[in-house]
C-alpha cells in the first residue's frame, strides 16, 4: 500500500514537473510572437525555389517521369511535405539543445540540476513545448499549402498522418536528449544539430525520393526515423495507401524509435553523472 501511494505521488511529481517546464518554455516563447509569424510564413519560401525549379525542368508543377520514381506526379505536394514534417526536425533538435544552453546564460542551470527531481523529465518538458511550437507551425503552413497549392485533407488522412507524426516527434525527443547531453559537457550543441540536420536534409526523402540516391546513400537514409515518416505520409495523402498496408515502415519507425529513445536516456543520465563528478556543470 505504501509502495503504490509513493509510486502515484513520484508520478504526480514528476508530471508536475514535466507541466511546469512546459509552461516556462510557452512562456518564452509567447514573449516574442513574431516568432509565430516567421515559423509559420517563412518556411513556405524554402520550397517555392524547388518549385521554380520544378517547372523550369519538366515544364510544369506534375512530372510523369518525377511518378516513376517517387509514386506521384504531384511535385508540389511531394514537396510541401517534405517541408512540413522537416520543420519538425529542425525545431526538435535545436530548440532543446538551445534551452540547456540558454540555462546556462541566465545562470540557472545549477539551480535546475539541483531540484530533486530525475532531470530527464524537465528535458521532456521542453521537448513537449517545442513540439507543440512545431505543430503550431506545421498545422499554419499545411493550411496555407491548402489554400495555395490544393492539398486535399479528410478526417480519415488526417488521423493516421497524425499518428505518424508522434512516431516521428518521439524519436526525434530520443535524438533531442542526446544532444541535451552534449550541451552539459561541451556547452554548445548547436554544431552537432547543424550537422545532423543536413544529414537527415540530404539522406531523407525531403526533397526528393530516396530512390534516387545512390545505394549506399539509401542504407543511411534507411536509418533515419523521419525517412519513414515521409514515406509512410506521403503514400497515404499524394497516393491514397492505407496505413494498414505499410506495417513495414511503422514497424521500422517504432523500431528506431525505441533505440533513439534509449540512447538519449542513457547517455543523459551518463553525461549529467559526469559533469556533476567533473564540477563542470555549470562551467560556461
Keep these: 500500500m505504501t509502495q503504490t501511494v509513493y509510486e502515484n505521488s513520484s508520478l ?25 509569424v516567421f515559423w509559420a510564413v517563412f518556411p513556405i519560401f524554402w520550397f517555392i525555389p524547388f518549385i521554380l525549379q520544378g517547372q523550369a ?24 511535405i517534405g517541408a512540413i514534417l522537416n520543420s519538425y526536425v529542425n525545431t526538435l533538435l535545436y530548440g532543446v539543445g538551445e534551452s540547456i544552453r540558454r540555462e546556462v546564460l541566465q545562470g540557472t542551470l545549477d539551480y535546475v540540476f539541483a531540484a530533486p527531481t530525475n532531470k530527464v523529465f524537465v528535458l521532456i518538458g521542453k521537448a513537449i513545448s517545442e513540439s507543440v511550437s512545431s505543430t503550431i507551425f506545421a498545422t499554419s503552413q499545411l493550411a496555407l499549402s491548402v489554400v495555395l497549392f490544393g492539398l ?26 542526446v544532444l541535451a547531453a552534449v550541451s552539459l559537457m561541451y556547452k554548445q550543441s548547436h554544431d552537432v544539430s547543424e550537422t545532423i540536420g543536413y544529414v537527415f536534409y540530404v539522406f531523407s526523402p525531403v526533397r526528393y525520393p530516396i530512390e534516387s540516391l545512390p545505394s549506399w546513400a539509401q542504407v543511411v537514409g534507411k536509418l533515419i526515423p523521419l525517412t519513414y515518416a515521409l514515406i509512410i505520409v506521403r503514400g497515404i495523402m499524394l497516393i491514397g495507401t492505407p496505413l494498414s498496408e505499410m506495417y513495414f515502415e511503422v ?27 567533473s564540477g563542470t556543470i555549470s562551467h560556461f
Design 12 to 36: 504526480q511529481s514528476n508530471l508536475f514537473v514535466v507541466w511546469s517546464e512546459f509552461k516556462k518554455n510557452m512562456k518564452f516563447l509567447t514573449a516574442y510572437p513574431v516568432i509565430f
Design 57 to 80: 525542368f519538366v515544364g510544369g508543377l506534375e512530372s510523369p517521369s518525377f511518378g516513376l520514381v517517387a509514386g506521384t506526379e504531384e511535385y508540389i505536394p511531394f514537396i510541401v
Design 152 to 177: 486535399d485533407l479528410t478526417l480519415g488522412v488526417v488521423l493516421p498522418v497524425f499518428f505518424i507524426v508522434i512516431l516521428l516527434i518521439m524519436g526525434l525527443y530520443g535524438l533531442s536528449l
Design 251 to 277: 514497424l521500422m519507425l517504432l523500431i528506431i524509435d525505441a533505440f533513439l529513445i534509449f540512447a538519449g536516456f542513457y547517455m543523459f543520465n551518463w553525461m549529467e553523472d559526469k559533469t556533476k563528478r
